[in-house]
């Protein structure tokens, strides 16, 4: 059971790591100082939901429903990152993230919304923790998949949390005008790569 709860914390790890659209909001909060707990502890709950709907065996249901929607579910989430991506770049460009030296952001809801439309809006998302971490818990049955499960959701929560806290940290030295911009700048190109990335991946482009 030790070994299972391991594999899960390894295979969780491995997917999450890269940096998506999802982590990088996560950064940003945690930069502007607001709501990043929330949004971290948002986030985890949210990979905790799809991994046990993935582990309790949805994943060969669904699987056949996401092929045959997959092309225009990559679409719309092109089109939603793009669109982000546009809102940091003109926030970029017009130093929206600083005022009188403090970045502000939206309210708590306002937040919650984009981490929700962020975490459910994009497919690989359900591929990642539905199909591939649902099908990977086929070689444990019993106490073993449940120990499979809570290490790959507690991989997700330790990402979130250091993350959130790692951005704390370096929140002070975010200070000046023109690293927000720099930020944003940077979160922009990386959301409009997703997005051509997302309408590759449902043979749009």
Request: charged content about 5%; some cysteine; proline content about 1%.
């Amino acid at each position: 059971m030790t070994s299972a709860f391991f594999v899960g914390i390894a295979v969780g790890f491995s997917l999450i790591v890269a940096i998506g659209a999802q982590n990088a909001f996560v950064l940003r909060q945690g930069l502007l100082g607001q709501h990043v707990w929330v949004v971290a502890i948002f986030c985890a709950c949210a990979d905790a939901l799809l991994i046990a709907v993935g582990v309790a065996g949805l994943s060969f249901l669904l699987t056949d429903a996401l092929h045959s929607i997959s092309r225009w579910l990559f679409a719309g989430a092109a089109l939603w990152l793009f669109g982000y991506g546009v809102l940091r770049l003109l926030s970029a460009v017009n130093g929206d993230s600083i005022r009188s030296g403090h970045p502000v952001s939206g309210g708590l809801m306002a937040t919650l919304w984009i981490a929700a439309a962020l975490t459910f809006g994009n497919p690989h998302v359900y591929l990642d923790t539905v199909v591939l971490i649902g099908t990977i818990s086929l070689q444990f049955s019993g106490m073993a998949k449940f120990a499979y499960a809570l290490g790959a959701t507690t991989a997700s929560f330790i990402f979130f949390f250091t993350l959130a806290f790692g951005a704390r940290m370096f929140a002070g030295r975010m200070q000046r005008p023109g690293a927000w911009r720099i930020l944003d700048g940077a979160i922009a190109l990386l959301m409009f790569a997703l997005a051509v990335g997302m309408a590759r991946a449902g043979n749009w482009l």
